[in-house]
Each structure stands twice: as structure tokens, then as C-alpha cells.
């Protein structure tokens, strides 16, 4: 789910609470309350809630009273203010509204057979019911879901289990899913169609749920129990109007991508019109190993905003601000507890509900003076170089491959990791620039390319010192395709559609220092390539022109044919010595 | 000068016919055959020459070494200038191409360009430039793809044996290139390739055209009574003195140079001012290139194949005209100097071993630099349209002396 369409909600949320608590609105209910963590970190949809709201109540441009204005004011649902702004969740247009469908989909299914152990089987099926029509089904071998978290996951808006938590994972908020049955529902009407079975001992459940957007809850339109012949695993359907698109924002491109940053699993496409394909494309694993579970860690004190801060002393369970620090977040022990508390001025015993804002603004600051141990880093699971090679290898014919995973690195506090794979060769095209396949979290990343730091780093790398061609600033030229995958347990995006990374120094080097081996690497090959080139010419040259030495001595002193293949052979003798081959 | 005004042009004296005296025929068979000895020498030497140099590669190879061909190098920092010899000498650096992987294709074309130079002497033929580079369309691989490479080569060639005395016209390669005009008193003997049969060609009956300079030089002979040779830099003037007939008044031989004379043309001056003993003034347009070029090419060689200058100069020209100081003199129109003639100039100065030999030309480039203006010949137009042929020519004539090294 995308992490910031969470942001985008939480922020207008954060924006929105105040006030409404100051004019004593009822309260709203408590699924999306931490997410008030993040306020003020991206504000981006803010000030669009504002004016609405604003607007409406300045229209009559007379005389309303500020109770006439109370009655007009009232709770927004998460579920309207997306239905409201759908384009914040990837759902813009009808192409990009279909794959973002499948991509939310296909995220969450591969999520929960990594979680369960399970090496993923997933069926993606596209079936088009008219012009612009299309239902979309995501089948996995996962396992299952639990008859009673059913209509809450798929029916609700930010609800999950992925949010609550700093661990490396596809999706984060649980919005994905089901703001794309919302736009189902809302585009054709047609209910969001859920079958899953968690185990061979279990029925097979069938459901057919709607989103009240109003509350945000979800409503049961069919509950069955249904024959199923797999043992466990989900299959998701909607319905929605959109648009089936080829090229570099296609279904089959993100499909192809994703299975290359995913070597484990097995992805099988039916694509709407599979006259053309012969059925269904089947994109096959390169091994049956999963990739390593990830640790979910604590936030990095260096990382913390001082909203988060004072949010965390209210909510700790510590009873001093000595305890809270050590227990609420990674790499801080007594002695740097202590330290920081001396520094802050801030008494160690303090109860934690009892800091005030300045105390709280205060640690904020002594945090960063005080020397602190970088987060581990063993929560990051890299694709690894070997698979990321392979996977390459499926993927395109090329001559050359070469992969690096760098080692784990901190952005303020919190850990990432940097992978990058090249092809260079074989079936690419020479004259165009270089593909560029972009991800985070193991998740293809297709659109706003321009804006992504991945980009930048590729484009300020100086690729002419790797024999290869590139326009001023540009992409390099050349028959190369490259793949930067960026891990973390918090990714950052530019945008609420978790479209482009953002321009962190730290990552924007890691990024370099990726694409900087794997160039002197793919500039050894070229070399190599090149003087073995060079030296097929000049063996070709001797084979060509040592005989015409020989005739044009010949010709001056008119000797027989016998001297000339004499001369022929001592010349290429000669020649031939004095090369190394 | 004020006196000076337009003037009409005098009545010419009555039109004498220009009769040197007839070589007599035993005279000219004899000098033929002369000239016929001196080639039939030339060839064997060239023929040995290119053999030689042929088994020292032959040698090598099969001494199991890689050959080795050296060239004269070909720049104005290995060519130097003495007063006394009179023409710009190649220096002795050397460039060696030796016989390897990324040299055997020229190598190969070195040899075969050779072959063909040896096939033409001994069978008294020749080729232009354009002619070996289509010839070369017979050498399989070895095959010239552009002209440019085959001139190339060709230069190399006639660079390496030029230091030996042989010249590229020996080695049967010719220039291109349109020979200058000439008219006056003169009767070129022309013996043909074939029959030895010499044709008379007499230079003051070509009405108002002219005699075209042949591309190879070295068989003609002449028979001639003028007083000097006049090289002219512009076909306008040639054309007005020519058809003026100033040849006869003045008894000389007009060529026109058309722009930086070819190497037959400064051949065929050289030649003819060498046997009949004739002295040779130069009248070119007064600019940088006028100079520097024109009138420097002709008297010592040109710098980028000094390896030539020795056939292909005239140490014993001189500049009549037009100076810098006849712009003065002669009050005559001017246009400024360009940024390239400035640089032109300065250049001259500065790298030119002719210049730097002599003085008085470099207080007479000073001094163009310093008036910032150039004078055409056609400029003394000014004064008349004949006024040249009338005024200025005769003027300058009467003191030879005065003419610019």
C-alpha cells in the first residue's frame, strides 16, 4: 500500500484535528490515530481539505454567524477523502487506475507469502468486458485470510498490519487494496470479490464487500462458503473502468519488472487480449529461496521529528524518560539515555507523560549533539547479487551482467541499501539511452522517472569514463539496461504516489557508488571487447595486405611466384611475432 | 606626380615581325638528342633507384625483420633557406615507417604505387594523380578508397626520392593542374613523345591567346631574342598586355602566372630563363598574398614541398611591382588590410626563412603593415586604362635595378 498516500491522509488529518477538537467536534475513531505521528511531515494535501472546507462556509458572502458555520463543519472520512482525491492513491487516469489495481494487488499478495514462508504463486488475470471495462483478479498461494479480517481489510481504509511498524515490506499502510475496490465500486458500481482459505482443514470463503464512504466501514453484500481447490491462499476481483495501455507503463512491463526484483517468485499474466500471446505469460522464478525474513526494528533516535517525540513520551509504557528512550527506540543504552537527558537538562526520572514542549524540544536537540550508534542494518533483506545477475539474465540477452549490493547504509536514522544490476549488450539497442528500471522495496517504481533520485544519480555519474556515450546531463547512450533497487525500512518517496525517491545526499551517493562499480566493471568488458575487436581487424589486415607487399615487390623486381609465397610467409611470420595474441 | 593625367594610347611603333634567329635544324636535333640522353640517364637512374629501394624491403623480409622506408619530412620547421643557393632546401629529419600490422596496408600501397612509377618510366608514360588513383582500382585489396589517399602516398613517394634527386614529373606522376599562358617572343621547340619530330611553336602567333603551359617541361627547347621574362600574377593584366602586343614593344615574354604559379609553370620560367639566359621580373598585386605567396613560390619553392623547390623555383626572379612604396608613388586607390593579410604578413615575418633573409623586403612588409592598405595591379587603371602598358611598366623597366630581391 502506498506508504504516502498514508502521509497525504495523514497530513490533511493532522492539519484538519485541531480544530476540529477545539470546537469540541466529537471525536473520530482510533484505526487511523497513530498515523497523527507523522503530521506535519508532508503536508501536501493539506491545504486542499482546508479550502474546502474554508470555501463552502465563506459562499453565502454575508453574514454567517460561526454557529451557522459549527453546523456545517463535520468529520471527513478517510474513505471520502480519497474517493474525493483518488489520484493521491495512483488512481488519476483509467490506465494508470488499472495498474495501480493490479500493482496494490500483486504487493500485498507477495507480501503475505513472504510473511507465511510461503515461495509465491501469483496469478494475475485481466478480463475486458467492454471498451473500457476491465476486471482485474489476483490470485496467490499465500495464507489466506481469516473469515473476520475479511470485510475489515478489503473494506476499510487503513487498516492493517504493516503500518505499526519499521520493518523493510512492499506495503505499509493498508489503504492500496481497498481504495482500488473503492474505485471499483465507484466507476462500475460492482462489489469487491474476495475468496480465500487459509488451510487444507478450512473452507473456502466468498465474499462480495462494498466501502460505506461515509463511515469507512465496510459492507457484506455475500458471505459464502465455496468449494476452493487450493489449500490456502486469496484471489482479489474488481471491476473498473479503465484503460489496457502497452509500453513503459504497462501491466506486463510492471509485471516483468517486478519479477525481476523478485527472483523467488512465480508470476503468471492473462492478459486481456491473449490471442496475441498465445494465453497467458508465465514470468518464472529464479529460486525457491525466499528472501531472508527482516527484522522489524525501532526507530533511530536521529531519525525522530520532535512531534513524533513528545507523541512517543505520551504513549510509552516506560516510566521515565530514561526508560522511554532506551526501550522506544534502537541503539540508545543507559550511559547515552543518560547523556542525552544531562545534555537536554532534563531530569533522567522525569515521567515521560510529564515533559513539557520545551523539555521534549530540548532532548530533540541534545539527540543530535550526542554521538549514537548507526541503526542495525541486518533489517534489510537485499536482493542479493547472484539473484539479482540471474534475474537479469532471464530477463534480457545481453553480453555482459554485473550486480553490486552495497553495503547497508543510514539516511536520518533510518537504514537502506543499495543494489544495482546491469546488462550491457547482446539484444539492446545501441542508439537509444540507457533503460532505467527503478525500485523500492523490491516494487517497480514506473512513473515520474524525472523526479526520482535514482535518475539524478545515474544521470550525474560520469559514464563517458565507462567508454560509454552520454549527452550533457543526460541519460548515458548505449545498449544497457540498468536496475537500482533501493531497500529500506522507510523508503522516501517525493510524492504521495510513491512514484520517485527522494534527493537525500546519503542515498544520492550510495546510488553513485552503486552505478560507479558496476560501471568499471561493464567499462573492463568494453575494453576487453574492444581490443578483441581491434585484433581480429589487424589479423584480418595481415591476411589482406601482406600479399599485396609481396606482388608489389614482385612487380618492381620481377622475380618468380615462388620468391613472392616465400615472401608472403617470412612477412607473416614476422608479423605475427610481434603481436601478442 | 601631378603632372600625371589620363593619357591616350600612342601609335605603336609599325608591327615588326619577331624573328629570332631560326635554331638551325642540325642544332636542334642535336640538342633533342641531348635531351633524350639526359631522360634515357634520368630514367635508368630512377628505374635503379626505385629497385633499390625495393630489395632493401625484399632483403629484410626475408632476413625474417620488418622493413623499413624512410621520408623526408615535410614541414616548414625542416626546411631551410640559403641566399645563396637561392630556394627553400628540405632538411635531413627523417620519418620512418616501419613495416607493422597498422602500416601494412600503406606499405603495401607504397610498393605498388612504386611498381606503377617503374611500369610508366620504362614504358615513357605517365599518370595524373586522378589517373594512379583509378589505377589503383586494379590492386585488389590494396585499393585506393579516396583520392586523398592515393596523394598521400604519392606525396611520400616523390618526398623520398626527391632527396635523391628525381622529381615527381621523372617519376611520371604530373600534376593536374592548368599550366600558366605565354606569349612573345619566343618559339617553344615541342619534339614529339613518338617520332622525335620537333614541332615549332612560335609564342607571338596565337592572335589574341596564348601559348598553355604543358604539364611536363623538361623535353621543350627554345629559341628566343627577348630581353626578359614578365610573370604576371592576374589574367586581366596578361590579357591587356597581350593583346596590346607589349611583348613586342618592350621584346619580351609574358607569363601569366594566374594566382600561385603550378609547378610547370615556375618549371618552365626556371627552364627558360636558365638556357636563354633570360632575366625574370615579377608583377603581382601589392597585398600579403601577392607576396608572400605568389612572388615566394615562384622565386624559392613553396614551404610544404620544399623536397620540389630545387626544380621548381626561379632563385633568379625579381619583384618589379607593385611595392608598397608605388602606392605612394603613384597615388593609387587602396583597400584596407584584411585580418588574414595581417596575419599573413606577420607570419611571413616571423617564420619565413626567405624573408628573414632579406632585408629590404621586411622594411617593405613594415611598411605595408603600417599603411593598412593593398594596391591591385589593375589599380593603375586609375590613371588610364593602357597607362601600365604606356607609363608604369617602361618606368619600371628603365631600372632594373631598383627591383625588390
Not at chain 1, 329 to 332: D, E, K, P
Given at each position: 500500500m502506498t506508504k504516502q498516500g498514508s502521509f497525504a491522509f495523514t497530513g490533511a488529518k493532522g492539519g484538519k484535528k485541531p480544530r476540529a477538537t477545539a470546537r469540541k467536534t466529537p471525536k473520530k475513531k482510533v484505526a487511523t490515530k497513530p498515523a497523527t505521528k507523522k503530521a506535519g511531515r508532508k503536508k501536501a494535501a493539506q491545504p486542499s481539505t482546508k479550502k474546502a472546507v474554508r470555501k463552502k462556509a465563506a459562499k453565502?458572502?454575508?453574514?454567517?454567524?460561526a454557529q451557522e458555520m459549527a453546523g456545517k463543519q463535520r468529520d471527513i472520512s478517510v474513505s471520502e477523502f480519497f474517493a474525493k482525491n483518488r489520484h493521491l492513491l495512483g488512481f488519476d487516469n483509467p490506465s494508470k487506475a488499472l495498474l495501480t489495481t493490479v500493482k496494490e494487488g500483486v504487493d500485498n499478495a507477495l507480501d503475505a507469502c513472504e510473511e507465511a514462508g510461503i515461495t509465491p504463486d501469483i496469478r494475475v488475470e485481466i478480463h475486458q468486458k467492454d471498451e473500457t471495462r476491465f476486471r482485474i483478479a489476483i490470485e496467490d498461494n499465500g495464507p489466506g485470510i481469516v473469515k473476520s479480517q475479511v470485510p475489515k481489510i478489503?473494506?476499510?481504509?487503513?487498516?492493517?498490519?504493516?503500518?505499526?511498524r519499521l520493518r523493510q515490506s512492499r506495503g505499509q499502510q493498508g489503504i492500496g487494496i481497498s481504495a482500488a475496490g473503492m474505485y471499483g465500486l465507484l466507476t462500475t458500481g460492482k462489489p469487491i470479490v474476495i475468496t480465500t482459505r487459509t488451510g487444507a482443514r478450512k473452507p473456502a470463503h466468498h465474499f462480495e464487500l462494498v466501502i460505506d464512504t461515509k463511515t469507512n466501514d465496510p459492507r457484506v453484500k455475500k458471505d459464502l462458503e465455496v468449494e476452493w481447490p487450493a489449500e490456502h491462499g486469496t484471489r482479489v476481483e474488481i471491476e473498473l473502468e479503465g484503460a489496457y495501455r502497452g509500453g513503459q507503463h504497462s501491466v506486463e512491463a510492471y509485471i516483468r519488472q517486478i519479477s525481476l526484483a523478485n527472483p523467488h517468485a512465480r508470476i503468471e499474466f492473462l492478459p486481456p487480449n491473449p490471442s496475441k500471446t498465445n494465453g497467458s505469460v508465465l514470468f518464472d522464478r529464479v529460486t525457491e529461496e525466499l528472501p531472508p525474513e527482516t527484522d522489524e526494528i525501532k526507530p533511530h533516535p536521529y531519525g525522530v521529528e520532535l512531534g513524533v517525540l513528545m507523541q512517543m513520551f505520551r504513549d510509552t509504557k516506560s516510566r521515565n524518560v530514561r526508560g522511554c528512550l532506551q526501550a522506544d527506540?534502537?541503539?540508545?543504552s543507559g550511559r547515552i539515555a543518560d547523556e542525552i537527558c544531562t545534555r537536554a537538562k532534563v531530569p533522567s526520572k522525569r515521567r515521560p507523560s510529564e515533559v513539557t514542549r520545551d523539555e521534549a524540544e530540548r532532548i530533540h536537540k541534545s539527540i543530535q549533539a550526542t554521538k549514537i550508534m548507526a541503526p542495525p542494518t541486518d533489517c534489510i533483506a537485499p536482493i542479493g547479487e547472484d539473484l539479482l545477475e540471474s534475474a537479469l539474465r532471464q530477463e534480457v540477452e545481453a553480453d555482459f551482467y554485473a550486480s553490486v549490493t552495497r553495503k547497508p547504509t543510514v539516511y536520518r536514522g533510518n537504514p537502506f541499501l543499495i543494489e544495482v544490476g546491469l546488462a550491457y549488450g547482446g539484444s539492446l539497442s545501441a542508439d537509444d539511452s540507457v533503460t532505467a528500471y527503478r525500485f523500492a522495496n523490491r516494487v517497480p517504481l514506473q512513473y515520474q522517472q524525472g523526479a526520482c533520485a535514482i535518475t539524478k544519480a545515474i544521470t550525474a555519474t560520469d559514464w563517458k569514463a565507462y567508454k560509454m556515450q552520454q549527452p550533457r546531463g543526460a541519460m548515458p547512450v548505449g545498449p544497457m539496461l540498468l536496475m537500482v533497487h533501493i531497500a529500506s525500512v522507510w523508503v522516501p518517496f517525493t510524492s504521495e504516489s510513491k512514484e520517485a525517491v527522494a534527493h537525500y545526499p546519503e542515498i544520492l551517493k550510495e546510488i553513485r557508488l552503486g552505478l560507479q562499480e558496476c560501471g568499471r566493471q561493464v567499462a573492463r568488458h568494453i575494453r576487453k571487447q574492444r581490443r578483441e575487436a581491434d585484433e581480429e581487424k589487424k589479423r584480418a589486415y595481415i591476411v589482406k595486405y601482406i600479399p599485396q607487399v609481396a606482388v608489389g615487390l614482385q612487380e618492381i623486381l620481377g622475380f618468380a611466384d615462388k620468391e613472392r609465397d616465400k615472401v608472403v610467409n617470412n612477412l607473416t611470420d614476422v608479423l605475427e611475432k610481434s603481436r601478442k595474441l | 606626380m601631378a603632372a600625371r593625367k589620363k593619357v591616350t594610347r600612342k601609335k605603336v611603333a609599325p608591327r615588326k615581325k619577331a624573328a629570332p634567329k631560326r635554331t638551325p635544324d642540325a642544332v636542334i636535333q642535336k640538342k633533342v638528342q641531348e635531351v633524350r640522353k639526359k631522360n634515357a640517364k634520368l630514367n635508368a637512374l630512377t628505374v635503379d633507384l626505385i629497385k633499390e629501394t625495393a630489395k632493401g624491403v625484399h632483403q629484410r623480409i626475408n632476413r625474417q625483420g620488418k622493413p623499413d622506408l624512410h621520408f623526408p619530412i615535410r614541414s616548414l620547421k625542416n626546411v631551410s633557406y640559403s641566399q645563396k643557393k637561392g630556394y627553400f632546401e628540405i632538411g635531413r629529419q627523417k620519418k620512418t615507417r616501419t613495416l607493422t600490422v597498422n602500416t601494412v596496408k600503406s606499405f603495401a600501397q607504397t610498393l605498388r604505387m612504386m611498381g606503377l612509377s617503374k611500369e610508366m618510366v620504362e614504358s615513357n608514360d605517365f599518370a595524373t594523380k586522378r589517373d594512379a588513383y583509378y589505377q589503383s582500382k586494379n590492386w585488389e585489396d590494396a585499393r585506393f578508397d579516396e583520392q586523398s589517399e592515393s596523394d598521400a602516398v604519392m606525396d611520400d613517394i616523390e618526398a623520398m626520392f626527391s632527396i635523391r634527386g628525381v622529381s615527381r614529373e621523372q617519376l611520371r606522376f604530373v600534376p593536374d593542374e592548368h599550366g600558366g599562358a605565354v606569349a612573345g617572343n619566343l618559339v617553344v621547340l615541342d619534339p614529339d613523345r613518338e617520332t622525335g619530330e620537333v614541332e615549332r611553336i612560335d609564342c607571338?602567333?596565337?592572335?589574341s591567346g596564348a601559348y598553355s603551359i604543358p604539364s611536363t617541361v623538361e623535353h621543350l627547347s627554345f629559341e628566343t631574342d627577348a630581353k626578359f621574362i614578365l610573370a604576371i600574377e592576374t589574367g586581366g593584366v596578361f590579357q591587356r598586355l597581350q593583346s596590346h602586343k607589349f611583348w613586342q614593344s618592350s621584346n619580351c615574354i609574358l607569363v601569366s602566372?594566374?594566382?600561385?604559379?603550378t609547378r610547370a609553370t615556375r618549371r618552365f620560367i626556371r627552364k627558360l630563363s636558365d638556357e636563354c639566359k633570360l632575366p625574370v621580373y615579377a608583377f603581382v598585386d601589392c597585398d600579403p598574398y601577392g607576396i608572400s605567396n605568389i612572388y615566394r613560390t615562384l622565386k624559392v619553392g613553396s614551404g610544404n614541398a620544399a623536397h620540389l623547390s630545387q626544380f621548381f623555383c626561379v632563385p633568379q626572379a625579381r619583384y618589379l611591382g607593385v611595392t608598397p612604396a608605388d602606392i605612394r608613388e603613384y597615388d593609387l586607390p587602396t583597400h584596407p588590410l584584411h585580418d588574414v593579410d595581417v596575419k599573413r604578413a606577420r607570419d611571413a615575418l616571423k617564420n619565413d626563412p626567405f624573408f628573414q633573409a632579406h632585408k629590404p623586403w621586411q622594411k617593405a612588409l613594415n611598411d605595408l603593415l603600417k599603411m593598412g592598405v593593398r594596391a591591385e595591379q589593375q589599380a593603375l587603371a586609375k590613371w588610364g586604362l593602357n597607362y601600365v602598358i604606356e607609363e608604369y611598366l617602361p618606368r619600371k623597366l628603365a631600372n632594373p635595378g631598383q627591383f625588390l630581391p
Open positions: 453565502p458572502r454575508g453574514q454567517t454567524t478489503f473494506g476499510r481504509l487503513l487498516y492493517g498490519s504493516k503500518f505499526h527506540f534502537s541503539r540508545v | 607571338t602567333r596565337f592572335g602566372l594566374a594566382g600561385v604559379p
